[in-house]
């Protein structure tokens, strides 16, 4: 272990020391990154880091009700929604996910390709079955046969969700008009499932089925998952640097909030995201205490600096230099009682 990061964890655990544990909700988009993240934490610092992966809407919600000390979201909380909270809330991105369209169709062995509209007329319910001419004409060679699509969407609030329905109300004006972008939809069609997870397990044991899930969940559960054309017209398979080239040229706010879909980058896959953890400015608030609250500015800093190098392994890609000095920036703006931590 390198000399710098031996010390820095030495600094957070004498800082946290009279704060044991920290819990966090969202997301299930991040959870496996999160679930390493905090067990290497835990055995460097003893601090125990307790995330429940229960959506992006769940966690925005709590935290909104400071009833856990940060959440998980793949979606900045909106500016009507963050005037609604009781004190400044800040968002910091941790990594760069793919949502991926899985699928299972039988016989079908090499990854399919899709256009941004042909995703969109599958979850519209236009396109209803596997061998349908417009899913044949991107796929010359491929056998595919006469079955029913079975659309797999999530039926909780999910930032997963809402990048999905951002890319696609990019790509389709119809899905724009029709559906919209957000965490919970009123879905045209499709089989409900909670969490990544959730809708990884229907498309697994549906033959016929399609699904979008972070890339993690589709590997994990073994699930083929198709190419997407990007804005310069190339078919490009998700993984960690097209992910990555998703956020090369954005330009990124102060705060944070900016979407990563539909990249005009010629090497980026269209359907990328930040995962963001979102918590208040001035940590004074109900029996929270001071130790508490450098406890958690000790985990976020820890989160997009030394913690970022197991993102690659969890197929997450990175965040850029300028990305992590912007988030140890605001990291830095915390608070407590108005005095800076």
Do not use: C
Not at 82 to 105: E, F, Q, S
Not at 110 to 125: E, H, S
Not at 255 to 261: A, G, I
């Amino acid at each position: 272990m390198k000399k710098t990061l031996v010390l820095g964890l030495a600094l957070m655990t004498a800082g946290s020391a009279a704060a044991q544990s920290l819990t966090g909700a969202g997301a299930s988009f991040p959870y496996p990154l999160y679930s390493k993240m905090f067990a290497e934490y835990k055995k460097a610092t003893g601090v125990d880091v307790n995330y429940q992966s229960v959506g992006s809407g769940a966690g925005q919600k709590q935290i909104t009700e400071r009833t856990v000390d940060f959440a998980g979201s793949d979606n900045p909380m909106s500016d009507e929604a963050l005037r609604a909270a009781p004190g400044k809330l800040l968002h910091v991105p941790t990594a760069i996910g793919a949502v991926v369209p899985a699928y299972n169709v039988p016989g079908v062995t090499q990854p399919l390709k899709f256009t941004g509209r042909v995703l969109a007329d599958i979850y519209l319910g236009k396109i209803k079955t596997w061998n349908d001419r417009a899913i044949t004409a991107l796929n010359p060679g491929v056998t595919l046969p006469p079955l029913p699509i079975t659309v797999a969407r999530r039926s909780d609030g999910s930032g997963t969700t809402y990048v999905f329905s951002d890319y696609l109300s990019k790509v389709s004006s119809e899905w724009k008009s029709r559906v919209g972008v957000g965490n919970s939809l009123q879905w045209p069609v499709g089989t409900g499932a909670k969490g990544n997870d959730g809708v990884a397990g229907v498309v697994k044991s549906t033959p016929g089925a399609i699904g979008y899930v972070e890339l993690v969940y589709a590997k994990q559960n073994k699930l083929p998952f198709g190419s997407v054309q990007n804005r310069a017209g190339k078919f490009v398979l998700a993984d960690n640097g097209p992910a990555s080239a998703a956020a090369r040229g954005v330009v990124i706010p102060a705060d944070t909030r900016v979407s990563l879909t539909n990249s005009a980058n010629a090497d980026a896959y269209p359907i990328a995201s930040f995962t963001y953890v979102i918590f208040y400015q001035d940590q004074k608030y109900g029996n929270r205490t001071e130790a508490q609250a450098k406890a958690l500015k000790n985990l976020l800093t820890w989160m997009v600096t030394e913690g970022q190098e197991y993102n690659e392994g969890l197929d997450y890609a990175r965040l850029p230099a300028n990305v992590v000095s912007k988030a140890r920036s605001i990291i830095g703006s915390m608070t407590y009682g108005g005095k800076r931590l």
